[in-house]
């Protein structure tokens, strides 16, 4: 008999607890560096309708990252497949925020989970607005998504990457020379460091992340995405979620995921669950070193590699 999620899930907080690499916490944006690097948590939606946790799942975190499957979600929502001649869907095998490749290739970045593709995003969900009109509607989206009202930006952090995001703004001066940023500069990454700094914790993730395990659908019954759209952003985020570590990720785990410096990951099993996990410190690609650990041991003991066969009674 397969062992209860609940029971995976305490053995796997176990593990983690006993972990003696646990990665290094990004400094580069200096509020994260404030993070105690022993957190770990984990939250299990599933399509049953549960929620399962472990760990500190009630601590906030800054999703950084992650949120630009979110981001993708809403400007695919304004512009559709439009998007595409703005940025790619292939994955970039560089560092996510690295500035040789949109050189070569004319400033449309390679796919919008990369800090460039991230940053057209942004441009286009501003949609000649003000800022503040953009990161309202990001968190509305949040807070309907996992249907918590309480969900909220932290200023801080938003504050401490307008202060030193100087390769943000290269990327983004230098896409603007290729008329690939429309809006300000200022503006467009003013609404991207805020949305980088919403701040949620695993539970709020892992229920966020539900339309994507349910093709498209909000549990409510609301249509959030087509089922062909929620079918592609998983395909992205299991091609292109972990930068240069894609394909290890994808080796290991076998499950769509969107990482974030903040030590998020969100990772989309269709059809059977949304999981988040968060522990700070990174690895040497900027994902999650437990996290990435910790969706491995559970992808193992849950058969839920998307290239797993489908169970007896699926
Ligand atoms: N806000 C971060 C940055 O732009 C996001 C990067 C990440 O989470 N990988 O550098």
């Given at each position: 008999m397969k062992p209860a999620l609940s029971t995976i899930i305490a053995d796997i907080v176990a593990q983690m607890g006993e972990a003696t690499d646990r990665g290094k916490v990004a400094d580069y944006i200096p509020e994260l560096?404030?993070?105690?690097?022993a957190r770990f948590a984990i939250a299990i939606a599933t399509a049953d309708g549960d929620l399962l946790t472990g760990g500190d799942a009630d601590t906030g975190f800054s999703i950084q990252s992650v949120s630009k499957v979110f981001a993708l979600t809403l400007a695919l929502g304004k512009v559709g497949d439009q998007l595409w001649d703005r940025v790619?869907?292939?994955?970039?095998?560089?560092?996510?925020?690295?500035?040789?490749?949109l050189e070569r290739e004319q400033?449309?970045?390679?796919?919008?989970?990369i800090n460039a593709g991230a940053i057209v995003v942004s441009d286009v969900n501003l949609g000649g607005h003000q800022p503040r009109v953009a990161i309202g509607e990001m968190l509305r989206f949040m807070r309907y998504l996992s249907g918590d009202d309480s969900i909220a930006i932290n200023e801080d952090v938003a504050a401490s990457e307008t202060a030193t995001g100087f390769r943000n703004m290269a990327l983004a001066n230098y896409m603007r020379a290729f008329g690939?940023?429309?809006?300000?500069v200022d503006l467009v990454l003013g609404t991207y460091f805020h949305q980088c700094a919403i701040e949620m914790n695993c539970r709020q993730l892992a229920l966020a992340g539900r339309y994507l395990m349910l093709d498209g659908?909000?549990?409510?019954?609301?249509?959030?995405?087509s089922p062909s759209r929620a079918r592609r952003i998983n395909a992205l985020m299991l091609t292109?979620?972990?930068?240069?570590?894609s394909g290890d990720f994808a080796f290991r785990v076998g499950i769509p995921g969107k990482s974030g410096v903040g030590g998020g990951i969100l990772a989309i099993v269709p059809g059977r669950a949304s999981i988040a996990v968060w522990s700070p410190g990174l690895n040497d690609s900027g994902n999650s070193c437990l996290g990435t650990q910790a969706l491995e041991l559970l992808a193992r003991r849950t058969g839920?590699?998307?290239?797993s066969p489908p169970e007896e009674g699926d």
């Open positions: 560096a404030k993070v105690d690097p790619g869907r292939e994955p970039s095998g560089n560092a996510f925020n690295s500035i040789v490749q400033g449309i970045p390679r796919n919008p989970f690939n940023v429309r809006h300000p659908r909000h549990p409510d019954g609301g249509r959030v995405v292109c979620g972990h930068y240069d570590a839920w590699s998307v290239f």
